[in-house]
């Protein structure tokens, strides 16, 4: 199997085992680049057989194209340490279908979950993500958080990766804190601009879609909060821009 597993990871203990060992069923090798782990990260990535290069995080795209160099093979399973291949997943690369039809990038299908209980509403399913792709013809972006991977040729596969993210709300809106601190260095660093309304107005939009375009309607309190959650995280990201720009309008 001409496969690189590449996964980043800091302090990622309960998770980095399980990925590892599913991404060993499909890939010949498995390069983590820990950022600096204070717990046994590393040392359970070693003990499963992967290769653990230390590295300061540089930010999400950054993070993930400083391990390319490492990977021995051109196409890379890029996942995240609370990821784990579904079995469709599994079955879709292990019979090489990726080598069918000259693609370079495939996005699977992902199932977010609350502790073990799968979210499939307000737009968080199906959510997608490229994870699968050849180094020599996509890569990917320099974003900071939330990156993408760039690519001419991608196939959508509706086959799936299990996203275990979260094991309560309240990491789930630290999590959402963190990222919207990185987003909003990201658009301030890009030069983009913004009047005191855009906080506002995209985290109503966000509730708005997620609630009632997304259905999250029919799901009760569940829907209600989930919507809530991104309309936090549209809010914050556009606020913590608007106060760089004011920290920094000399």
């Known amino acids: 199997m001409a496969i690189s597993g590449l996964v980043i990871t800091f302090n990622e203990e ?6 590892l060992d599913g991404l060993f069923e499909v890939c010949d090798e498995v390069i983590v680049i820990d950022s600096n782990s204070t717990d046994k ?15 300061k995080f540089l930010g999400d795209g950054p993070q993930r ?9 051109n196409w890379i399973l890029n996942l995240d340490a609370d990821e784990f291949l579904d079995k469709d997943a599994k079955k879709f690369i292990l019979e090489n279908n990726y080598l069918k039809g000259g693609f370079d990038a495939f996005s699977f299908r992902v199932k ?10 307000s737009g968080w399913y199906p959510d997608s993500k490229v994870r699968f792709f050849n180094k020599e013809t996509a890569r990917p972006s320099d974003d900071l958080v939330h990156q993408k991977i760039l690519t001419k040729n991608e196939k959508k ?20 804190n963190q990222y919207s601190t990185w987003h909003a260095q990201q658009l301030f660093d890009q030069g983009i601009r913004i009047n005191s309304l855009k906080p506002v107005l995209n985290g109503t939009v966000a509730f708005i879609r997620c609630y009632f375009f997304k259905k999250g309607i029919f799901n009760g309190l569940d829907g209600f909060t989930i919507a809530s959650i991104q309309a936090f995280f549209s809010y914050m990201k556009y606020a913590k821009l608007l106060k760089l720009q004011r920290l920094n309008k000399n």
Not at 47 to 55: F, P
């Open 65 to 73: 194209s400083h391990g390319l160099p490492f990977c021995k093979n």
């Open 157 to 176: 596969v509706a086959v799936h990766i299990l996203h275990y993210g979260w094991s309560s709300l309240d990491q789930i809106i630290a999590k959402k």
């Open 14 to 19: 309960k998770n980095i085992g399980k990925c």
């Open 112 to 121: 977010n979950f609350l502790a073990d209980e799968l979210i499939d509403f």
């Open 41 to 55: 990260t590393a040392e359970i990535a070693i003990s499963k057989g992967a290769k653990v290069i230390l590295q």
